[in-house]
């Protein structure tokens, strides 16, 4: 069978940057408090003219461009997030246009949460297989900081904004393996009654953590088996960013190598679905991802749900 491999990256974060200091002045929470329950310390908030949208345009902008491909190269459009600016026109119809990308193929939105670029590339795999073509942009994007109450200390300090992309190639031979689940909770909720109400996050923390550093530690070894892989074979362990201490608890649970788990919450919080993709794109900015490299890729979030993959890194055309 054929599987995805990573071509290219791009991303784009809002120009507002907000400390745990901004915070503290904000509600009663401190940078010791942040710093040691996340490890977070900064995050990135949009300004009134930036949106989901508008950054995942200027992501997928770059990561076109690093591909060498053209916009009409690409069969399918898949954008992860849970905040779109609008339910309909999509994030990825927007991107479509901006791009110019051609309209005889896909564009849509997953809403995963957090797991949501894991969804999204195993749609992206799906369309390609179904209808055929090569190349898929598939983003994640979120503007959280619209879906937050600022006065609540529980929620308000962990989510920022931003926006990663990425240019997948559907290829022969390319060891492509993905596992995808879901539960559904209200452990972490955002909107309704209505599915139009703007309700803001909420969230039964201690809930979310139990179920992370279980749920994580399993969608690894699951990938591994399934791929006949072993943690040896792996070069980068790219994880949701929602917190430090759950990716620990991953790595202790495995026995693993903490140097192949990539963090950046330190800077960004947790940016739901644009997380795994923001990552991938700073690593492969400051030259960490090299062509041929394995990578597994896992996330989970509310829904609740979850999400791991198995793929490689081929670098641009
Ligand atoms: N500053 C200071 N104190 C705080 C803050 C804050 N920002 N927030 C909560 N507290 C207080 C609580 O009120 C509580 O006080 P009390 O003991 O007097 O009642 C105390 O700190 C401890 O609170 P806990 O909730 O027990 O803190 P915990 O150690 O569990 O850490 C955290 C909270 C960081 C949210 C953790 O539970 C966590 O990371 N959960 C997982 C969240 C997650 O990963 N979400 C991802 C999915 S999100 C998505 O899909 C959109």
Known sequence: MKGLQLLATGGALPGRVV?????????????????????????????????????????????????????????CCVVATLSSPTATPSVACRVQAALGLPENRPALDVNAACSGFIYAA?????????????????????????????????????FGDGAGAAIFELAENTPFVVTLGARG??????????????????????????????????????????SQKTQADLDWVVCHQANSRIIDHCIKHLHAEPPKFYKNMNRHGNTSAASIPIALHEMEESGLLRPGQTLACIGFGGGLTWGGMLLTYEGRK
């Open 19 to 75: 400390t745990n200091e901004d915070l503290r002045r904000q509600v009663d929470t401190s940078d010791e408090w942040i710093t040691t329950r996340t490890g977070i310390r900064q995050r990135y908030y949009c300004a009134e003219n930036e949106d989901a949208a508008t950054l995942a345009i200027a992501a997928a902008r770059q990561a076109l461009a690093r591909s060498g491909l053209t916009a009409a190269d690409i069969a």
């Open 185 to 226: 909770s209200e452990a972490i909720r955002a909107g309704g009654p209505a599915a139009c109400d703007t309700a803001p996050i909420t969230m039964d923390g201690k809930a979310v953590f139990r179920f992370a550093v279980e749920a994580m530690p399993r969608c690894l070894q699951t990938v591994l088996d399934r």
């Open 122 to 158: 195993a749609t992206a795999h799906g369309l390609l297989t179904t209808l055929g073509g090569r190349y898929a942009l598939v983003i994640g994007c979120e503007a959280l900081s619209r879906m937050m109450d600022p006065t609540d200390r529980t929620t308000c300090v962990l």
